[in-house]
């Protein structure tokens, strides 16, 4: 492979810039990262409040669990649903309910209903992601996705690190936050509006087509199982993991902030590298290595607040390109109709992840103490690096053979 000066790489990305629909791209990723400013605000809200009433962490995991249950039952009946109404009918249909739940939690003081609530929620954000990232996809050339979704996961990324800052200065008390966060959902049905005539054509049905693309590329869609995992558990149980370990709620808001702008910063050199390599499975390794070390040093780094801040400003760059090179290199080979469908199966993958992911680390907790945090984090690192390893090595055999 040659040998790319970062000069070359960004006089390329200059080059291919005109070839991009910029304002059918930049609309959905506007709507999206909306909608990411309130889930990362969402999130440890939510958790924080339950744990002030008492809920166990196990209980707390339960019901965030049931963002990945309405994902996993969304995410197949989305595209269907966007082939009869349109792409962008369908999406401000989900801003609308997504918006009036995130007020519903406010209002509903019994812990039971706050499962239909995440169910209504979670299933709206789903139809937002499933179809943005179609949106964008559709925007893109094929060669050129790394560095779009690079942006895409930046801008996305930039809103989930808003959403625990905007926490940490509102805090967790009375209307504001949740009014905020319905109030970032509602505004961003806006940016649709200037690309309305520019929504992307889903094509005819193929049977079959989205239970095909979940088993199709096992790195791809295992890496963002893992990722779901580790970001629905992470960013919802970590605030109570930094509370127990010695820092007050501000200060563990701001290390999902710290996360949040590793994100920020590292996806578009991510996706640009991600367009230029080989082999892409090389990268999701790689990657999943780095979550692994930097989950196992979590329990070393409690008694130093800026230690901890720096080492999860470069884990969560990482590990949030397991997203973005897994998308890149689903996105890259497909277009149209499939394009769609293996969106919705890459969604389903994160959210079967979101399903497992708090509810095994909430579990952890209980069980091992504080320490459980990291365990269970390492446990999906751990799984996905062999599966990874292994399906290199399983090529590098059959080359041989």
């Known amino acids: 492979m040659d040998k790319w000066t970062p000069a070359d790489i960004v006089a390329q990305a200059e080059d291919e810039i005109s070839e991009i629909d910029w304002v059918a791209a930049g609309a959905a990723i506007a709507s999206i990262s909306a909608v990411g400013i309130a889930l990362g605000l969402g999130l440890p809200l939510l958790s924080v409040i339950l744990e002030r009433r008492g809920i166990s962490a196990t209980m707390i995991g339960a019901n965030t669990a049931v963002a990945g249950a309405a994902s996993l039952l969304a995410a197949p009946l989305i595209t269907p ?61 094929p060669g050129r996705r790394g560095f779009i979704l690079g942006i895409y996961a930046t801008v996305l990324s930039l809103g989930f690190a808003l959403g625990p800052w905007i926490f940490s200065q509102v805090g967790s008390s009375g209307f504001l936050p949740f009014g905020i966060g319905a109030g970032v959902i509602f505004a961003s049905a806006i940016p649709l509006f200037f690309a309305w005539n520019r929504q992307p054509i889903l094509g005819r049905h193929q049977p079959g087509a989205f239970w095909r693309f979940l088993f199709s590329v096992p790195t791809a869609t295992g890496a963002v199982l893992v990722f779901g995992a580790v970001e629905a558990g992470g960013f919802a149980l970590f605030p109570i993991y930094g509370e127990r370990i010695g820092f007050t709620e501000a200060s563990a808001a701001l290390l999902l902030t710290a996360i949040g702008l590793g994100n920020v910063l590292m996806q578009i050199p991510i996706g640009l590298v991600s367009d230029r390599v080989a082999d892409r499975r090389t990268l999701l390794s790689l990657f999943a290595f780095v979550g692994l070390a930097g989950t196992l040093c979590l329990p070393l780094l409690a008694e130093n607040w800026w230690l901890m801040a720096g080492v999860l400003f470069v884990w969560g760059g990482v590990v949030a390109g397991l997203y973005t090179v897994g998308l890149a290199h689903l996105g890259s080979k497909l277009s149209g109709s499939e394009l769609a469908s293996a969106n919705a199966a890459f969604i389903f993958c994160y959210s079967a992840g979101m399903l497992v992911g708090p509810q095994a680390i909430g579990t952890s907790m209980d069980l091992f103490g504080n320490d459980g945090f990291s365990w269970s984090l390492a446990v999906f690192f751990t799984a996905y690096l062999l599966l990874t390893l292994g399906r290199l090595a399983h090529t590098r055999y059959k080359a041989r053979t």
């Open 81 to 141: 649903i966007a082939r009869v109404i349109g792409v962008r009918v369908a999406m401000l249909a989900a801003i609308v309910l997504c918006g009036v739940s995130a007020i519903g939690f406010y209002l509903a003081t019994a812990f039971w209903m706050w499962f239909p609530l995440r169910l209504v929620f979670h299933f709206s954000i789903t139809a937002l992601f499933v179809l943005s990232e179609f949106w964008i996809n559709a925007a893109a050339p």
